[in-house]
């Protein structure tokens, strides 16, 4: 691990389990609609000036969760800011030991230097980056025990929080991703609430070379990626069923491609193999920077697309529980046009 700058930092603090803010967007609580799970504390991560995961990224969508989107959406959105954090028994589930050793070292390696360090060329971790990887994926995990929980009518989550996480692999943290948040919580379905079959979709640009690394030697995983290829990682270049049981399907998409050939990926190729595999859970890696705004990749998606792609999942489920997980998206006012469209399909598809 080594120092990129003196950024000082204050120390990680791990807040005490099972305290939860509620933000409602009216006295009565949401008796049904999507819970939104949030925390500041994933705001403070930060890789240093000019990076493209900023914490401006989350902390402008926390703004216009509470201050617009929670008004206009009244009972149908609750707002969560719990403070869980996941243990190393949860992230073992789909994380060797020795990553998470590796990163707890990382991540007191900051603290005590009070500086930002750098894993490789873009993953760096700061004094707080240990704290909000840790509630990331904490509040996917509480996502999952409330939509499976039968004390509540919630079936449907959002959990709005950084770092991504489809990128990390089993033992390789990279591409900005530590913990890999969205497995995790797809893994405690299982392993908790006995959930035999879950499925993990992915539109961002970027493929999800973690999500499909602990996907593809499972059969009881599905996997199924809409990505621009070529484009980092590198991985996802070849269409069609693999995997362990043909349980992975891949959807590249070359640069230049748009709204119809993205609509055709999941019309004609991811969705139809979703429904094949009849999952009883649906998890989403949810990027949007395929978006014709966003300045890493050279995909040329509109806001209608995200509200598309969502509501197309939610009719795909046939009314299993869905568990979505902020990814990328690096330009923020596109980002907020697109989250909220996907917030939208979750509460009306």
Sequence with gaps: VNALTGAAGRPLLRSARGCTRHFRSSVAPAAAGLSLYT??????????????????????????AKDVWAPAFGDSLRILEPEVDATDEQLLRVHTEHHVKMLKAAFAAAQERQAILSLDSDTRVCPETGAACFRASGLAIAAVDEVFSSDSSATRAFVMARPPGHHAEPEQAMGFCFFNHIMVAAAHAQEVHGKQRVAVLDFDVHHGNGDQAMCSPDATRFYGSSHQYPCYPGTGRNPGPTGVANQVVNAPLKPGAGSAEFRAAWSDVILPALSEFAPDAVFISAGFDAHTDDPLASLYLNDDDYEWVTAQIVEAARGVPIVSYLEGGYNIEALGRCVHAHVKALIEA
């Design 39 to 64: 925390h500041p504390i994933c705001v403070a991560h930060t890789a240093g000036g000019g990076h493209p995961e900023s914490p401006e990224r989350l902390s402008s969508l926390i703004r216009l």
